[in-house]
């Protein structure tokens, strides 16, 4: 009852296509509904590990063992727009603390290296390739830093800031950026107390339409595991009072799932590399994830309403790996094809909100903003008579998430000519995107039950599929 009465007090009207809807609070704001819109995106892991072979560096690896031979931006841009990823973010300091740009608050540094004799900037070339490919550039800014001589004191604060101020004067526009919790010692074997305050404060005076990733937010949160998966239940928000990035955040379950009626606006984004390794190791190139494992990833990440962020690793001479590049085209393949043909938009099917009992085009309009106002309990909300028998063995929903997100309990049935139940399906969340596979079954009508929601259940997105069966999740 309170929860209703918070509610409904801090409700707003908004106004969507004629209908007029309190939104639940919290909700996304403008960069982060653009953020949602992403859904699939490349980490790159590059610097002094590429060449050590090593996943952390010490941050005492002389700068000149950074030398890629024939570094080109250009084909790992290319490459991320070939395979229908949306942008690319980019280790610009892992906790080695070298720079992959020539740093003023740092001697550990591209240019301290023999790399284009100190005059190589890979942070410049990255952010110029995604412009010209049409894609977002982020930066990884690791705060734990192996090598610089002030971490472990108050400056070292100052510093790091120092270093985002320069990222965004000189390669802005950045779409995300990424703070990684890990906080060992330095040099001088002390821990880092990082000034969570003053970073959030710097960027988001530097940059207010940056969104910024790290355990806790405060615009995108961590996902609790590096595999790659949401949780089946996955709330966009969450519960941050108390708690900052690294070891005094919440329970990685917590972040796996998000709060149900968590304070804030804070969805979840998958990390997970395409290799067993963060880095490039020449001995993991046989141990690249199949086209199908990374179509497999994306029903447990984006199909649970999360976002994708899939780590490619460029090799010693600055390319990514033909194996690599061979595994995201075969993946983007995939997704084209199994995903190309919504079954409810074929000749004779028609979708009925059973409130109005007429039929609705809303909800395969490809329109995140237009939507339909459910009823909730145990009879169907929507029915979709299919018109002829139709295989399907995978359903895709989505709510109008700028509204609040909202179901927490809802099921599918798919019924024969006669009425009989041939499947019966159970979900709970479903927000941005909630995909759900099964094995095959031939039905002529499907029933979309909300069981349980805050508020008035609103759907803005339904599609039926059917996918190779071998891709079915397990
Ligand atoms: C972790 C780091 O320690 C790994 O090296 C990697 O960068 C991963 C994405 O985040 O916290």
């Keep these: 009852m309170k929860q209703l009465f918070c509610v409904l007090l801090i409700a707003n009207v908004f106004s969507v296509q004629g209908q007029k809807m309190p939104a639940v609070y919290p909700i996304p704001s403008k960069p982060q ?51 229908g990823a949306k942008g690319i973010i980019i280790t610009a300091k892992h906790h080695d603390g070298f720079c992959l740009w020539p740093s003023k608050y740092s001697t550990h540094t591209v240019r301290e290296s023999k790399w284009k004799n100190g005059k190589g900037d890979v942070v410049k070339e990255l952010s110029l390739a995604c412009k010209e490919f049409g894609l977002k550039f982020g930066v990884y800014l690791s705060p734990w830093d192996r090598n610089h001589p002030k971490y472990g004191t108050p400056e070292y604060n100052q510093v790091f800031v120092n270093m985002m101020t320069e990222i965004f004067a000189n390669y802005g526009p950045i779409w995300e ?75 990685t379950d917590t972040l796996n799932r998000g709060n149900m009626f968590g304070e804030k606006w804070i969805p979840a984004e998958c990390d997970v590399s395409i290799r067993p390794g963060w880095f490039y190791h020449k001995e993991e190139d046989n141990k690249v994830k199949t086209p199908a494992y990374l179509f497999d990833l994306y029903l447990k990440s984006v199909g649970r309403g999360a976002n994708l962020l899939l780590n490619i690793p460029p090799d010693r001479t600055g390319h990514i790996n033909a194996n690599d590049s061979a595994a995201l085209v075969g993946f983007k393949k995939l997704k084209e094809r199994n995903f190309s043909t919504n079954l409810l938009l074929k000749k004779g099917a028609i979708i009925k909100n059973n409130i109005s009992g007429k039929s609705t085009i809303q909800l395969t309009d490809k329109k995140q903003s237009s939507f339909e106002t459910l009823s909730t309990g145990p009879t169907a909300a929507i029915t979709i008579q299919l018109g002829s028998s139709t295989t399907i063995n995978a359903i895709q929903l989505s709510e109008p998430i700028e509204q609040g997100q909202r179901i927490y309990n809802f099921s599918i049935r798919l019924k024969d000519a006669k009425g009989n139940i041939l499947k019966e399906i159970k979900g709970t969340t479903i927000g941005r995107n909630r995909i759900l596979s099964f094995p095959s079954v031939t039905a002529q009508l499907i029933e979309i039950m909300i069981e349980g929601s805050k508020e008035t259940p609103l759907l803005s997105e339904l599609a039926a599929y059917q996918i190779d069966e071998n891709l079915v999740e397990k």
Excluded at 37 to 52: A, K, L, S, V
């Design 33 to 83: 509904l653009a953020w949602h819109d992403m859904e699939y995106y490349w980490f790159t892991h590059f610097g002094p590990n590429t060449f050590t072979d090593k996943e952390w560096g010490h941050g005492d690896e002389p700068e000149d063992i950074f030398n890629p031979t024939q570094l080109d931006c250009r084909q790992w841009a290319k490459l991320a727009k070939a395979a």
């Design 177 to 251: 950026f990424w703070w990684d919790g890990a906080n060992g010692e330095g040099p001088n074997g002390k821990k880092q107390v990082y000034d969570w305050e003053l970073f959030r404060n710097t960027i988001k005076k530097l940059s207010p339409n940056t969104v910024v990733f790290s355990d806790v937010g405060p615009q995108i949160r961590w996902v609790g595991n590096e595999n790659g998966f949401a949780g089946t239940t996955n709330w966009n928000l969450l519960n941050v009072t108390g708690f900052s990035a690294g070891a005094a955040g919440p329970s």
